[in-house]
Antibody
Framework: QVQLQESGPGLVKPSQTLSLTCTVS??????????WSWIRQHPGKGLEWIGY???????YYNPSLKSRITISLDTSKNQFSLKVTSVNAADTAVYYC????????????WGQGTLVTVSS | QSALTQPASVSGSPGQSITISCTGT?????????VSWYQQHAGKAPKLMIY???NRPSGASSRFSGSKSGNTASLTISGLQAEDEADYYC??????????FGPGTKVTVL
């Protein structure tokens, strides 16, 4: 059974870079067919898809965030990571990592989520 | 503001059936059969309940079903149970090659 777990700082200062890692167990990020994704949820609000990375290393980002987003893959550690540069208060959210099939539009399973607060 | 529209809340008594609507446009819900639904209990991660409009993954209760007509997709919960009380989000692939989620619907079991 595939499980995902997010990790990273819970507090980031404005203008700095947010960095999160998702560790995958029970499955391999190197296996084809799945898009390893990041999705966030602003406090009390809905969900926003951030971007994905494929096992080949190809990436695709939400156009509204594209200029500030980098998603990378570390197959040796079975992890994938998210970096968001120049953060501001609007980036405060619970960040989820998830396995999915982007072009079929489904994500399953999800990590438990990690709250990142942007504040000085 | 979400590109998809959902009712803020829906309620029902145990055993009843309820339906949650998800209205989009001809560029998302109406254009593709890539609509999915997620259940989210308070403080928990979303759980996939329906994908490709009406397909149910293993692990999702058979009391959940999905459908679509035109630009509106729907999630029906039959035989409502206390454990179904949660927030429900719809999602659609779009012609801009991105994904959008609805604002969520809070389901209350009376």
């Amino acid at each position: 059974q595939v499980q995902l777990q997010e990790s990273g700082p819970g507090l980031v200062k404005p203008s700095q870079t947010l960095s999160l890692t998702c560790t995958v167990s029970g499955g391999s990020v190197s296996s084809g067919g799945y898009y390893w994704s990041w999705i966030r949820q602003h406090p009390g609000k809905g969900l926003e898809w951030i971007g994905y990375i494929y096992y080949s290393g190809s990436t695709y980002y939400n156009p509204s965030l594209k200029s500030r987003i980098t998603i990378s893959l570390d197959t040796s550690k079975n992890q994938f990571s998210l970096k968001v540069t120049s953060v501001n208060a609007a980036d405060t959210a619970v960040y989820y990592c998830a396995r999915g099939r982007f072009y079929d539009n489904w994500f399953d399973p999800w990590g438990q989520g990690t709250l990142v607060t942007v504040s000085s | 503001q979400s590109a998809l529209t959902q009712p803020a809340s829906v309620s029902g008594s145990p055993g009843q059936s309820i339906t949650i609507s998800c209205t989009g446009t001809s560029s998302d819900v109406g254009a593709y059969n890539y609509v999915s639904w997620y259940q989210q209990h308070a403080g928990k991660a979303p759980k996939l309940m329906i994908y490709r409009v009406s397909n149910r993954p293993s692990g999702a209760s058979s009391r959940f079903s999905g459908s679509k007509s035109g630009n509106t997709a729907s999630l029906t919960i039959s035989g409502l149970q206390a454990e179904d009380e949660a927030d429900y989000y719809c999602s659609s692939y779009t012609s801009n090659r991105t994904l959008v989620f609805g604002p969520g619907t809070k389901v209350t079991v009376l």
